[in-house]
RNA sequence: UCCUCAGUAGCUCAAUGGUAGAGCAUUCGGCUGUUAACCGAAGGGUUGUAGGUUCGAGUCCUACCUGAGGAGCCA
């Protein structure tokens, strides 16, 4: 090119109207007429509609455009300028052009502008994140993260990463991945940092633990993955009241930043915002019997000291244009580490927190049994091996306080935020049930 | 693991038990403002696999494979 022009992105392409420019990206589509192209440019941060007029442009520039396949990779040179009549507002008049990949007309890009079934768009799913709607749910998610990671970072807590590779389960063992180790020793993936968080709360105060979870779990539903992204936090000195208001701020605080960033994306998904924007303190706080009741009254087959369904889930939260918080379940449906209630023993100080508009837990926690006898206990009663839990009960020998935290499920959040059927959409790679490639 | 549904061209889908078809994609031709552009033409098929019923099966029956939706379990 003999002209040299500034390298931008398409995000920023309305700052610089009426400049001479150059932007790299992808042939997203492309229309055209005899002597005039529109090729439809994308860059990763957008896409912009480009003219090429024949009599204005060098033959071979303008053959090699108005003959190119979709998603070849190219160079496009020229200026910008506001133009209603274009997606976007803006488009470029094409000076010039560079093609560094021509996608061959034997082998065409596989996704084409129009409708394709789920299990050919999974098949291609390497592919199918350069679909614009792919593109904005990723970026939410990345914001969803990035505002998670601050909430906690600015709030006096620590990161301390926990380990993948672990010796024991968390909860029971039919749901862990099992993983050759060295000798024929045999580790699992982790379901959970929790017990390593705990360990790191008595030695930092707050903590917070963020990184992929594994759960064998057969399910086949639209809200589960085998792999799974899950920030924890974790609280010495802390109750369950003090989960509860950490939980809520923190909801509040990722929902107000995808609302203030991420406007754009959330509109190319046709969410309803004024649903997220609902979204404000405080959460209504129930007990687990309040919730019983009400599903008995609305027609759900639920016994007291029953688990939710996910239509349970969905009939609780119906109720309410928030968040809704269930506390106080039964010991026996929650884990072993749960502290007892101190008034009514036989619940356990645990507090779900449920999504509106029917997409379910994306929180779950409460306060952890500080006493050591009465940990000892639950050991037994859960057949837990003593010896594996040595390290753990140490931790009540050794200055134990009462504490708690919790997990959320990023992936849970961001189907939440983005309004999407289907949690597949809200990773790059989804590991489900059936599915591990690509 | 269980229940329900579906598998036909590269993709999305049609086709009373009686000659397998359309749109998109690809190729060729046309068009100077297109908005999933449009108009004309061409190529493209072992109807998921294996059996069975029938004069005749994409269509009916059986088994299996693959996928989707749901249940249980969970974030």
Redesign the pocket.
């Known amino acids: 090119m003999p002209e040299s022009a500034a390298r931008i992105t398409i995000e920023k392409a309305g700052s610089h109207a009426g400049e001479l420019v150059e932007i790299a990206g992808w042939l997203y589509?492309?229309?055209?007429?005899?002597?005039?192209a529109?090729p439809?440019l994308r860059d990763g941060t957008g896409i912009l509609?480009c003219?090429a007029?024949?009599?204005s442009l060098d033959e071979a520039v303008f053959e090699s455009l108005r003959?190119l396949?979709?998603e070849s990779s190219l160079i496009v040179r020229g200026r910008i300028r506001a133009?209603p009549?274009?997606?976007g507002g803006y488009?470029l008049?094409v000076e010039g052009a560079e093609v560094v990949q021509r996608v061959p007309?034997?082998t065409?890009?596989?996704i084409?502008?129009?409708?394709?079934?789920?299990?050919?768009l999974?098949d291609h799913r390497h592919l199918w994140l350069r679909s614009k709607r792919q593109h904005a749910i990723i970026r939410v998610r990345h914001e969803v993260i990035r505002a998670i990671r601050e909430y906690f970072d600015t709030n006096g807590f620590t990161l301390v990463d926990t380990p993948i590779f672990t010796p024991a389960a968390c909860?029971g063992t039919t749901?862990l991945f099992e993983v050759d180790y060295f000798n024929d020793e045999k580790v699992y993936l982790t379901q959970?940092g929790q017990l390593y968080n705990e360990a790191n709360a008595m030695a930092f105060g707050k903590v917070y633990c963020f990184g992929p979870t594994f759960?064998a779990?057969?399910?086949?539903?639209?809200?589960?993955?085998?792999e799974?992204w899950?920030v924890e936090p974790e609280m010495a000195y802390a109750t369950l009241d003090d989960v509860k208001q950490v939980a809520e701020e923190l909801i509040v605080f990722v929902v107000g930043r995808v609302l203030e960033n991420r406007r754009v994306e959330l509109e190319a998904l046709e969410r309803d915002v004024s649903k997220l924007e609902c979204v404000k303190a405080p959460f209504p706080r129930i007990s687990y019997d309040e919730a019983v009741e009400t599903l008995r009254k609305k027609g759900s087959a639920i016994e007291w000291g029953?688990?939710?369904?996910?239509?349970?889930?969905t009939l609780l939260s119906e109720d309410y244009d928030r968040p809704v918080m269930v506390d106080r379940y039964p010991s026996q449906?929650k884990a072993f580490y749960f502290q007892p209630d101190p008034v009514r023993p036989e619940l356990a100080l645990g507090v779900?927190v449920l999504a509106p508009e029917g997409y379910?837990?994306?929180?779950?926690g409460g306060q952890r049994i500080h006493d050591l006898e009465l940990l000892e206990k639950r050991l037994d009663e859960h057949n837990l091996p003593r010896e594996a839990f040595e390290w753990y009960l140490d931790l009540r020998r050794y200055g134990s306080v009462p504490h708690g935290g919790f997990?959320?499920?990023v992936?849970?959040f961001v189907a939440w935020m983005c309004g999407l059927?289907?949690?597949?959409e809200t990773i790059a790679y989804p590991r489900?049930?059936?599915?591990i490639r690509p």
């Open positions: 589509n492309l229309r055209k007429s005899g002597k005039i529109f439809l509609q003219v007029v024949k009599s003959n396949t979709q133009e009549r274009a997606p488009e008049d007309e034997a065409p890009y596989p084409t502008p129009k409708d394709h079934g789920t299990d050919f999974m909860e749901t959970s759960r779990e057969k399910s086949k539903t639209r809200r589960h993955l085998t799974f899950m029953g688990d939710f369904g996910g239509t349970d889930e449906i779900d379910g837990e994306v929180i779950g997990g959320m499920g992936e849970r059927e289907h949690i597949r489900m049930l059936y599915r």
